[in-house]
């Protein structure tokens, strides 16, 4: 008689639920050619890795192929067949159908049978393609965000069906613009483009960016990313944090905790030599007139700014007295305008064909390293809701001993609220699908004291000794 409790008496898991550590649903792997001719690869990939970075312009990916049917040769590979992908998280809401076009294929090397080979195959997303043709040659008059609309629109997005990428979200831009592209590739004018603009409700916020991710293209700021609800907690040096599996072979794996678990963390240090030669705390800027022979100089300082933009964790990661912030001479910046370079002015609005350029051209440098400066690294289980530009909060104990009662602390240097910045999926056939990611942020949960003194406690180890 079997036992009422026994595992094949109970419910069958659902098979769209989480099974296994890193569980991931490849539904297919596809190459098409130009006339449409389809081969899938599900049985020759190795490894998959996919690449979203808040400061590329497009996804790109690598598959890694054990092949036996000289594919490369037979099908065969021109660099001008896509690559479809479709994947999932076990009890994701959506699944991901992504378009890549084949742009490189790496020396292939027989295997020992000398009947197969191993490659990688590079791809991009389409629109790189797009942007690599494009020739954007022409003169604007309006806010950035809507010239940026343009150029997505007419130059980039000229794919059809399944290439054919969106604009998820645009920004809104203050003031308008009068410029002229002057033959520049889009991606080349959207860059440009996100250097100049300021946000419409903070003109101090510039430190707009133009990215891909695994839903569509994006045009905002940084910032505007604070604002949001961290996505997920993650959790490093926790004596519970583990990665769970099931307790029977028919029960489905705690996925929040084990989603949380940090199971490779970098803390990634600093360079202030390198920052300061990027005006990241202090620079200076002449705006030199040439038609009045007139000038502005205007100084750029960190803590001058950083109560009057938004921020991730309250304080700067600078302490007051601080040998940079009030170092402007160690930067200089310096740009022509023109008095009534388009003709005579209307309204209030300048003419100088550099308007607003003290507002934006220090600050979007400064806010970008700023936000580089303090960084994690960090290995994760797979996940197909994270994106690049979501808020999670990552939660780091101590690297010390313990205390008394053998507890340990939080490293309130590292822990905090962060943006990811750079996610590496890695779909790998045997071990399933991990993340590796960056996440950056721009100011710590607590105040940086301009001379912290270590707790005696912290320098001695076990036997009373002093650690040098």
């Known amino acids: 008689m079997i036992p009422p ?11 769209n639920s989480y099974l296994r550590l890193n569980d991931i649903r490849l539904r297919d792997i596809s190459i098409v050619s130009p006339n449409g001719t389809n081969i899938s690869i599900m049985n020759q990939y190795a490894v998959f890795e996919i690449t979203e970075d808040l400061f590329q312009n497009n996804l790109t990916g690598v598959v890694s192929n054990i092949d036996a049917s000289n594919i490369v040769s037979n099908f065969p590979l021109t660099g001008q067949e896509y690559l479809f992908i479709t994947f999932a998280t076990p009890g994701s809401v ?17 295997l020992r049978n000398k009947q197969s080979q191993f490659y990688d195959i590079h ?15 022409k003169a604007y008059t309006g806010n950035i965000s809507t010239i940026v609309t343009d150029i997505f629109k007419n130059y980039i997005n000229s794919g059809s069906g399944d290439t054919r990428k969106e604009l998820i979200s645009n920004e809104k831009t203050a003031g308008e613009q009068n410029i002229i592209i002057p033959s520049w590739s889009a991606f080349t004018a959207i860059n440009w483009l996100a250097k100049r603009a300021t946000a419409e409700n903070n003109p101090k916020v510039c430190d707009y960016v133009f990215y891909q991710d695994l839903d569509g293209f994006h045009f905002k700021s940084i910032s505007s990313m604070f604002n949001k609800d961290p996505m997920q907690t993650y959790i490093y040096g926790a004596d519970n944090a583990r990665d769970f599996i099931r307790d029977t072979p028919n029960s489905e794996i705690n996925m929040q905790e084990s989603f949380q678990n940090i199971r490779k963390l970098v803390a990634c240090g600093f360079d202030r030599s390198r920052e300061t030669l990027k005006g990241t705390y202090s620079s200076n800027l002449l705006v030199h007139d040439i038609v009045t022979k007139s000038y502005d100089k205007v100084d750029y300082k960190y803590l001058d700014d950083f109560d009057t933009t938004p921020n991730l964790n309250g304080n700067p990661i600078m302490p007051k007295n601080n040998i940079y912030s009030d170092k402007v001479n160690s930067k200089h910046y310096f740009t022509p305008s023109h008095l009534n370079l388009y003709g005579e002015p209307s309204g209030s609005e300048e003419n100088s064909g550099n308007d607003g350029v003290e507002n934006w051209l220090q600050r979007h440098d400064a806010q970008i390293n700023q936000f580089l400066s303090s960084s994690i690294e960090i290995d994760v289980a797979g996940d197909t809701n994270r994106r690049v530009g979501d808020k999670v909060f990552a939660v780091v104990n101590s690297f010390e001993s313990l205390d008394e009662q053998g507890r340990s602390k939080l490293d309130h240097l590292i822990t905090g609220n962060y943006i990811v910045t750079k996610i590496k999926h890695t779909i790998h056939k045997t071990t399933g699908h991990t993340l590796k990611m960056k996440l950056c942020k721009d100011s710590n949960t607590e105040p940086t004291s301009q001379n912290m003194a270590l707790d005696s406690s912290v320098l001695e180890n076990g036997s009373g000794n002093i650690l040098l």
Not at 123 to 137: A, I, N, Q
């Open 5 to 15: 409790d026994s595992p094949s008496t109970s419910t069958p898991t659902d098979p």
């Open 94 to 110: 959506n699944e991901i159908e992504l378009a890549f076009l084949i742009d490189k294929v790496i020396d292939r090397a027989p």
């Open 123 to 137: 791809v991009v997303c389409p629109t790189f393609h797009c942007h690599l043709f494009s020739d954007v040659s």
